[in-house]
DNA sequence: GATCCTACTGCCAGAAACTGACAGCAGGCC
DNA sequence: GGCCTGCTGTCAGTTTCTGGCAGTAGGATC
């Protein structure tokens, strides 16, 4: 690999980070040695690019860049298209118009061949085997968290027992078979899940929610001991 | 001036015209020969760049070869988020990274709120119960697929009984614990489905499937009575 | 204060690339 | 046929690149 189109690959790479990166790392994905590493951000740096370090963190690349990235690539675009198949077939109708839309949009900026490419993509997913049952309107339960509003639902627990909580809602996971929201919990002055399935009743309120959902997110993340990267 | 840094420049250059530039013109523009000139220019192609060139005329850059900046709806990029999580999760190791290098592109291109947004993002999935295993290099299959080759394959059925099959792929399913390649099998001379850990070895061949996989799909689609609009 | 992780710099020699010049072919236009 | 231009091959001199080593420094943690 020549050194122009690893600067390039520097670029992107430091663009799929959020959090710090030590410069050890990009040089093994890299596959170049750190003094050389060392060498190409400088040059990056000396280009404009707004790549800050600081030692015992590692970089960042801050966003509002010299250059557009590159256009998508082939397996890019299968990798889109697919999660986007996947949302379509497991979601609810909301999710999948949002999906179809977004492809829309992304196939609009290509040029032809690689819109194509993303028509005629052949990576398949199955479809859902039952529909995935629930009173809850889930596409208002996304708003809300977008919102930063707090809900007051109707819950029936593990026992049957029914209760009625304020909850800070932040998060929603899509499980194989049921959708389970995560929040702050007023009553119980913790985090809990809720099975979709399982709320009874739900009204929107207009209250906010005190924090980010981006700091729930990270707290319960550190409560739970969930590591992801994406 | 060193190259990796002259090679943006000529990229920033030719966005800067829109009728055809002489080579000539550039090369002087940048303080090299025409004989370099030629050469960057063909670098340039070599990484994805649309210019074309035509004798006794000069050279356009055709749009497509950086990212446009795009809008989305905040939904439409939870629908991407979401999808993207799904394939980083339960695919390959190959698709995972495609889909974090889309993220990471069409986060460069949008405006500042909307960026945060897909960053803060918290639709989650589940991450997959166990690797699913499968000695196939999927990542080579998709390949063939895309180029339109045929694969040369040793495939265990059902009974245990071992064959060795040409066949033309042309879609790849990604199920809950499996991974389907569908493809056309001389042997059978049908359309056939093969479950990738069921593929003892598998060897791509540069010899071109006789129809476009479009075709390939829709035929399958037929026969199978499968309906999908996305 | 000690320790750890990391950013960052200077230096050097071998390896790799880049570069310009020249010569020549090809395609479109006058 | 003449002209403008794109494009390729070759080659030797030059430049750049690269990895390793040694060393400095900044911030966090203990």
Same mark, same amino acid.
């Given at each position: 690999?020549?050194?122009?189109?690893?600067?390039?690959?520097?670029?992107?790479?430091?663009?799929?980070? @959020?959090?710090?990166?030590?410069?050890?790392?990009?040089?093994?994905?890299?596959?170049?040695?750190?003094?050389?590493?060392?060498?190409?951000?400088?040059?990056?740096?000396?280009?404009?690019?707004?790549?800050?370090?600081?030692?015992?963190?590692?970089?960042? $690349?801050?966003?509002?860049?010299?250059?557009?990235?590159?256009?998508?690539?082939?397996?890019?675009?299968?990798?889109?298209?697919?999660?986007?198949?996947?949302?379509?077939? @497991?979601?609810?109708?909301?999710?999948?118009?949002?999906?179809?839309?977004?492809?829309?949009?992304?196939?609009?900026? $290509?040029?032809?061949?690689?819109?194509?490419?993303?028509?005629?993509?052949?990576?398949?997913?199955?479809?859902?085997?039952?529909?995935?049952?629930?009173?809850?309107?889930?596409?208002?339960?996304?708003?809300?968290?977008?919102?930063?509003?707090?809900?007051?639902?109707?819950?029936?627990?593990?026992?049957?027992?029914?209760?009625?909580?304020?909850?800070?809602?932040?998060?929603?996971?899509?499980?194989?078979?049921?959708?389970?929201?995560?929040?702050?919990?007023?009553?119980?002055?913790?985090? @809990?899940?809720?099975?979709?399935? @399982?709320?009874?009743?739900?009204?929107?309120?207009?209250?906010?929610?005190?924090?980010?959902?981006?700091?729930? $997110?990270?707290?319960?993340?550190?409560?739970?001991?969930?590591?992801?990267?994406?």
């Amino acid at each position: 690999m020549t050194r122009s189109t690893r600067l390039l690959d520097l670029i992107q790479l430091l663009r799929t980070y @959020r959090r710090p990166v030590s410069g050890a790392a990009l040089a093994q994905r890299l596959g170049i040695s750190i003094r050389t590493l060392y060498r190409d951000i400088a040059t990056l740096q000396a280009q404009g690019a707004d790549i800050q370090g600081a030692p015992g963190f590692g970089y960042v $690349l801050k966003p509002g860049f010299l250059m557009p990235p590159m256009m998508l690539s082939e397996e890019e675009i299968e990798a889109l298209v697919l999660g986007a198949r996947w949302v379509a077939a @497991r979601t609810d109708d909301e999710l999948k118009d949002a999906a179809r839309n977004a492809l829309a949009k992304i196939a609009a900026v $290509l040029p032809a061949d690689l819109r194509r490419e993303l028509e005629t993509n052949s990576l398949l997913v199955s479809s859902a085997r039952k529909p995935v049952v629930g009173i809850t309107d889930l596409a208002a339960v996304r708003e809300a968290i977008r919102q930063g509003f707090k809900l007051d639902i109707g819950y029936a627990d593990i026992n049957g027992r029914s209760t009625n909580r304020r909850i800070w809602p932040f998060a929603l996971g899509y499980f194989e078979e049921t959708r389970v929201l995560a929040a702050w919990c007023e009553l119980r002055e913790d985090f @809990r899940h809720f099975r979709a399935e @399982r709320i009874a009743s739900m009204i929107v309120t207009d209250i906010r929610v005190p924090q980010t959902r981006g700091h729930l $997110l990270a707290e319960w993340r550190r409560v739970h001991n969930v590591k992801s990267d994406m």
